[in-house]
């Protein structure tokens, strides 16, 4: 805002709106919390007189203008609305003209004609009330113009939206330039109350309204080194300098001074938060302040920001570790390395500065740092004497906050040489702290989520046992690289009768904790139906109606395979998905298995068939979902073409040859979707380590079970299972005899990683493990196999259903 020459007609600085203006902020008690140089210049008071005390004081109204021409009548009766609005009475804005006193020059009084506007103000801070004022006799508003006998401009102030008026968006953005010794993010709380309850404005009694354009209230250039130029002049002859002299000068410090911290502001927010990487954020902090702002930057977290843990609960004490992450400096390297090591955890008793920063959460202002301050952090230093780092330097501590919590802290410190930090330093430290804070929190928040959704998928996929019945497993899982790092894809082995074991590969459509979370029922469901030994296309049928259930947009593929290494075979169905690979041990040679695609699960109303494969000991089986396969722009084919040719490399382990797939298939580029890899090496069961034998139903039968395995295990040198599998033997042929409807008993024993004894029989009825009392004839028998065996179990079959126990193999 520029300010007119006394004496000067309303013409370009009044009509375009570029005035001088006091500003003066109210808090809720009533007191004075920021006073400018306008102020002073308007009111005559200084800011050290202004600040803290009560604004009627230095706002004494006198009431309405009162003047003898007509043309001020318009505007009569419009002062106490001003003394209104520093009572605090009204709750909306108001606009007006009135008269005030104030000191002069000589001790004396002296009114000043004003133009002012009030905005109430809410929110967090402690301002209350925002006042603007104008000089309106320098204004010269309602003179007469003595050629034509009519009356010149009147002026009044008034309200009106900013958007009205061409360059809104550059009047919105000069308006903060009005609170220069505020924070930014105060001042721009302010800001936006005034756009929203109206933007100040003159009006013209010839209908003419202009908006009030921000210029810090500093005169036309000329008219300030012609100002300077007179001061020169009288100071060299020994005259008093002229005030307005003095307040130019000190405008134009306050002026660069706050432009230079702006940039600084700036500058720094374009350098800080280019990464969602919690580290890279630190460093990008701790290299924007040195050595611009500062010549050592040493920033400290709390542990659990640093842990990727949950949010910080409760406010720091003198027990909360202090993580040190960072430390930049322009001494000589290595200084401080040895004295204060980054990665260093550790408290900060009550009596330092660091412990007032965290616990308060402002910032606290050193300027020099005493021998006796420099001692009490140093006695935090075992064995290491940090006095001659800090001693004799200005320091400013600011602490990092998020949602009104303190993350950490940034020590910053200046040489001796360096002007001491002032209260603008502190503005600016506490600023930069408050950005810094929120991309720190941002970067906390997503390592957060990040390590949580790792969890989430880790808890959701199976940790497979490497070694079933028959078979070795291998798998890998690699998150989504561009789409989030939790998807749907999964996979699964399920150990069935028979020494069988179901493998499964499914991918959910879409990504992200649905995804996962639809997962996690459609894993359980296959789960629990592969316990039951549904046939594949059964299962896949089953699955198909629960997605039904659980909602229309649940939509997945799955690969479901039954692996049977005693008659060699797999057993397999497809529901959308990709087909697997099969190697042959014989030659090699690998292929894509030709199964019916079928619809994918959720679909419904779709048939799905199955198919069975026979397969040799030592044969692989590769099942993956369309992650490791598919990228943008590329035929599924070659992704397809590419895993059929590197499942046939050998490899000296399952693991290997699985890490060699991966780099076969994920080195193309462009792959953004999750991946899971199943692989299984089918080593069969021999027929040497099976026996079978069908007994009849009746009683006698028991007897000859007990010395068929007495004899099977002396022949495979298992004498030592026998006991306790003879036992287990007779009470589940006893309990078909004795309850089962059967027309036959078949008993089998397969010998492979563990003594597995499998008694079938035609009745469907499966058996329930009861609670036996002391004088109960009946439901011991189950009791006694589940305290003795390894693992035990129940199934039915397609001709009835099978009950199994295992016994661990003893140790050679």
């Known amino acids: 805002m520029e300010q007119g020459t006394p004496g000067e007609p309303v013409t370009q600085s009044?009509?375009?709106?570029?005035?001088?203006?006091?500003?003066?902020?109210?808090?809720?008690?009533?007191?004075?919390?920021?006073?400018?140089?306008?102020?002073?210049?308007?009111?005559?008071?200084?800011?050290?007189?202004?600040?803290?005390?009560?604004?009627?004081?230095?706002?004494?109204?006198?009431?309405?203008?009162?003047?003898?021409?007509?043309?001020?009548?318009?505007?009569?009766?419009?002062?106490?609305?001003?003394?209104?609005?520093?009572?605090?009475?009204?709750?909306?804005?108001?606009?007006?003209?009135?008269?005030?006193?104030?000191?002069?020059?000589?001790?004396?009084?002296?009114?000043?004609?004003?133009?002012?506007?009030?905005?109430?103000?809410?929110?967090?801070?402690?301002?209350?009330?925002?006042?603007?004022?104008?000089?309106?006799?320098?204004?010269?508003?309602?003179?007469?113009?003595?050629?034509?006998?009519?009356?010149?401009?009147?002026?009044?102030?008034?309200?009106?939206?900013?958007?009205?008026?061409?360059?809104?968006?550059?009047?919105?953005?000069?308006?903060?330039?009005?609170?220069?010794?505020?924070?930014?993010?105060?001042?721009?709380?302010?800001?936006?109350?005034?756009?929203?309850?109206?933007?100040?404005?003159?009006?013209?009694?010839?209908?003419?309204?202009?908006?009030?354009?921000?210029?810090?209230?500093?005169?036309?250039?000329?008219?300030?080194?012609?100002?300077?130029?007179?001061?020169?002049?009288?100071?060299?002859?020994?005259?008093?300098?002229?005030?307005?002299?003095?307040?130019?000068?000190?405008?134009?410090?306050?002026?660069?001074?706050?432009?230079?911290?702006?940039?600084?502001?700036?500058?720094?927010?374009?350098?800080?938060?280019?990464?969602?990487?919690?580290?890279?954020?630190?460093?990008?902090?701790?290299?924007?302040?040195?050595?611009?702002?500062?010549?050592?930057?040493?920033?400290?977290?709390?542990?659990?920001?640093?842990?990727?843990?949950?949010?910080?609960?409760?406010?720091?004490?003198?027990?909360?570790?202090?993580?040190?992450?960072?430390?930049?400096?322009?001494?000589?390297?290595?200084?401080?390395?040895?004295?204060?090591?980054?990665?260093?955890?550790?408290?900060?008793?009550?009596?330092?500065?660091?412990?007032?920063?965290?616990?308060?959460?402002?910032?606290?202002?050193?300027?020099?740092?005493?021998?006796?301050?420099?001692?009490?952090?140093?006695?935090?230093?075992?064995?290491?004497?940090?006095?001659?780092l800090i001693n004799h330097r200005s320091m400013l501590v600011v602490p990092l906050k998020a949602r009104n919590v303190v993350l950490g802290f940034m020590?910053?410190?200046?040489?001796?040489?360096?002007?001491?930090?002032?209260?603008?330093?502190?503005?600016?430290?506490?600023?930069?702290?408050?950005?810094?804070?929120?991309?720190?929190?941002?970067?906390?928040?997503?390592?957060?989520?990040?390590?949580?959704?790792?969890?989430?998928?880790?808890?959701?996929?199976?940790?497979?046992?490497?070694?079933?019945?028959?078979?070795?497993?291998?798998?890998?899982?690699?998150?989504?690289?561009?789409?989030?790092?939790?998807?749907?894809?999964?996979?699964?082995?399920?150990?069935?009768?028979?020494?069988?074991?179901?493998?499964?590969?499914?991918?959910?459509?879409?990504?992200?904790?649905?995804?996962?979370a639809m997962m996690g029922q459609l894993r359980t469901a296959v789960q629990t139906m592969a316990a039951l030994d549904l046939p594949p296309e059964q299962l896949l049928r089953n699955l198909d109606d629960l997605a039904q259930r659980l909602g229309e947009h649940y939509l997945a593929t799955c690969l479901y395979a039954v692996y049977d290494p005693i008659a060699s075979e797999l057993h397999l169905a497809n529901a959308g998905h990709i087909p697997p690979v099969v190697v042959r041990a014989g030659d090699g040679r690998s292929e894509l298995l030709d199964l019916p695609t079928g619809a994918p699960i959720g679909v419904g109303g779709v048939p799905f068939e199955s198919v069975v494969v026979r397969v040799a000991p030592g044969d692989r089986l590769l099942m993956c979902t369309d992650g490791l396969v598919e990228v943008r722009g590329e035929d599924i084919g070659v992704g397809l073409a590419t895993l059929t040719e590197s499942a046939a490399h050998p490899a000296a382990s399952m693991d290997d040859a699985c890490d060699t797939i991966i780099r076969a298939l994920n080195t193309r580029g462009g792959r953004k979707d999750d991946v899971a890899l199943l692989m299984a090496r089918l080593n069969g069961i021999e027929a040497r380590d099976v026996a079978h034998q069908r007994l009849a139903v009746d009683p006698s039968e028991v007897g000859r079970a007990r010395e068929l395995v007495r004899a099977q295990l002396r022949a495979w040198s298992l004498q030592s299972l026998s006991d306790t599998a003879e036992l287990l033997v007779d009470e589940l042929v006893t309990n078909v005899v004795r309850h089962s409807r059967s027309s036959r008993i078949d008993l089998r024993l397969v010998r492979s990683g563990a003594l597995l004894c499998e008694v079938e029989d035609d009745d469907q009825t499966l058996p329930t493990l009861l609670s036996a009392g002391p004088g109960d004839e009946f439901g011991r028998g189950l009791r006694v196999v589940s305290a003795l065996a390894k693992e035990w179990g129940t199934s039915r079959t397609r001709q009835g259903k099978t009950v199994w126990f295992e016994l661990g193999l003893p140790r050679r």
């Open 14 to 388: 009044a009509a375009s709106g570029r005035i001088p203006l006091a500003v003066v902020v109210v808090d809720g008690a009533g007191l004075v919390s920021h006073w400018s140089i306008g102020a002073r210049r308007l009111f005559g008071y200084g800011k050290e007189e202004a600040v803290g005390r009560p604004v009627g004081d230095l706002l004494p109204v006198h009431g309405a203008l009162q003047e003898d021409r007509e043309p001020y009548g318009a505007y009569d009766g419009l002062g106490p609305d001003l003394e209104t609005s520093l009572d605090g009475r009204i709750s909306y804005p108001a606009a007006g003209r009135a008269r005030l006193t104030g000191p002069g020059d000589g001790g004396g009084r002296r009114r000043v004609d004003v133009l002012w506007w009030a905005y109430p103000l809410v929110g967090p801070g402690p301002e209350r009330l925002l006042v603007l004022a104008a000089d309106a006799a320098r204004l010269h508003a309602g003179q007469h113009d003595e050629q034509h006998d009519e009356l010149v401009e009147r002026i009044a102030p008034a309200f009106a939206l900013h958007t009205d008026f061409p360059g809104a968006d550059e009047l919105a953005a000069r308006l903060p330039e009005i609170l220069p010794s505020m924070s930014v993010g105060e001042s721009a709380r302010i800001v936006s109350q005034v756009l929203e309850l109206g933007y100040p404005v003159l009006e013209f009694s010839r209908h003419d309204r202009v908006p009030v354009t921000p210029d810090w209230g500093v005169a036309r250039r000329a008219e300030r080194k012609e100002r300077r130029q007179r001061a020169a002049q009288a100071a060299a002859a020994g005259l008093p300098v002229a005030p307005d002299a003095v307040d130019d000068e000190a405008e134009d410090l306050e002026y660069a001074a706050v432009r230079e911290h702006l940039e600084f502001l700036n500058e720094v927010s374009g350098r800080i938060g280019s990464s969602l990487d919690l580290s890279r954020t630190i460093v990008e902090v701790s290299k924007a302040v040195v050595p611009r702002f500062t010549d050592v930057a040493g920033t400290y977290l709390r542990e659990q920001v640093v842990a990727g843990e949950g949010f910080p609960e409760g406010v720091p004490d003198e027990t909360t570790m202090w993580h040190r992450v960072a430390l930049e400096h322009t001494d000589e390297p290595g200084r401080w390395d040895d004295v204060v090591p980054v990665g260093e955890s550790m408290p900060f008793p009550v009596h330092t500065p660091f412990f007032q920063c965290m616990t308060s959460g402002d910032p606290v202002l050193v300027p020099r740092i005493t021998e006796e301050m420099g001692n009490a952090i140093a006695s935090q230093f075992e064995k290491r004497d940090i006095r001659p």
């Open 411 to 516: 020590i910053l410190l200046r040489h001796r040489e360096r002007p001491v930090f002032n209260d603008m330093d502190r503005v600016t430290g506490a600023e930069l702290a408050a950005r810094a804070g929120l991309v720190l929190d941002n970067a906390r928040m997503y390592t957060y989520q990040e390590s949580v959704a790792d969890t989430l998928q880790d808890s959701m996929l199976p940790h497979i046992q490497p070694r079933m019945s028959g078979c070795d497993i291998a798998t890998r899982y690699l998150p989504g690289t561009l789409l989030g790092r939790v998807g749907g894809d999964w996979f699964d082995s399920v150990k069935l009768p028979g020494s069988r074991t179901a493998l499964v590969v499914g991918d959910v459509m879409g990504h992200g904790l649905n995804s996962a």
